[in-house]
């Protein structure tokens, strides 16, 4: 019992936290990016979804990338796209399956 009250407290932290990056940090363009990104999509893919240029989405992720960068506290390596996924593919995940 112990264990699983640690575990659901711990993932409420962990999405807390991402939450507050993706609403805080993240302007509301950034956001939809940020969500296609994470389901897989490509650049021309998110740019065709969202009726903008590739160019607009590749400099919206350009930011998202350097806000990420900060907000983990400037990494030794380069924040890229894999970082972005790895960092919030699964909160999107989670959060698309509660709504």
């Not at 490509?42 to 350009?62: C, M, W």
């Amino acid at each position: 019992e112990v264990v699983a009250w640690y575990e659901r407290l711990s993932r409420n932290a962990w999405v807390k936290r991402k939450g507050e990056f993706v609403r805080r940090w993240l302007s509301k363009a950034e956001r939809e990016v940020v969500r296609l990104a994470c389901r897989g999509l490509d650049n021309a893919a998110i740019a065709k979804a969202l009726y903008k240029s590739e160019q607009t989405v590749a400099n919206q992720l350009r930011s998202v990338y350097e806000k990420l960068r900060e907000w983990l506290g400037y990494p030794p390596h380069n924040v890229d796209r894999n970082v972005l996924i790895a960092e919030f593919a699964p909160y999107f995940s989670l959060t698309e399956a509660e709504r």
